[in-house]
């Protein structure tokens, strides 16, 4: 398989899942101002909507929507945590947070990385994204994670949203997101990726 992915977008969200799962893999970095690839190529030619992520199969399909990404490699994964099998109720409730992150929150964000947006706006944006989040703060407060005891897709999801949160708005209003997002970056999956991406800060020996 092979993730395209930018980082920090919302492509590191399966990115994590599949060190979570341990699925072999290659990522390659996909350029989202010029829209190609390292070796040149356009990224339009894997997948012609230019968004990450686009999962490459084995068999040669291209796999976008990074919803429908994180529930295949979740029905892929050997171990049932992170998407209860079809027949668990369970299963609805995963699909439920990964759906509410993709349209309520992870849209949103995007109008505030947009530069045509206006200040006005993106104001009236985050007043709605505040909302939203406190929900998801509250939600956490019964943790670690968003479904209790185990890491499931959307925390990988929320890993990348809290991200930007933290970027955009800050995460004083809510602790329980701040707590996630630490407790997210002593995973050695989400290390490993943000290493990966360029994006891991290491602490200076000594
Ligand atoms: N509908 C897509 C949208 C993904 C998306 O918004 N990706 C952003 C990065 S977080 C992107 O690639 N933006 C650049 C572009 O669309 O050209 C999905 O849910 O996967």
Known sequence: MILYYSPGACSQAPHIILHETGFDH?????????????????????????????????????????????QYLGDRASFAEVLPPLGEFRRYRVLEMVNFITTE????????????????????????????????????????FLMGED?????????VIVGWAEKMIGLDQW?????????????????????FEGLLQEEPAG
Do not use: C, W
């Open 26 to 70: 290659d990522a390659k970095r996909v350029d989202l101002k010029s829209h190609t690839l390292e070796d040149g190529r356009s990224y339009y030619e894997v997948n012609p909507k230019g968004a990450v992520p686009a999962l490459q199969l084995d068999s040669g399909e291209v796999l976008t929507e990074n919803a429908v990404v994180l």
């Open 105 to 144: 929150l992870h849209k949103r964000f995007g109008f505030l990385f947009n530069p045509n947006a206006t200040e006005e706006f993106k104001q009236f944006i985050i007043t709605d994204l505040k909302k939203k989040l406190d929900y998801i703060d509250e939600r956490l407060g019964h943790g670690p």
């Open 151 to 159: 890491l499931t897709l959307p925390d990988a999801y929320l890993f």
């Open 175 to 195: 602790p329980n997101l701040r707590a996630f997002r630490e407790r997210m970056m002593q995973r050695p999956s989400v290390r490993h990726v943000l290493r």
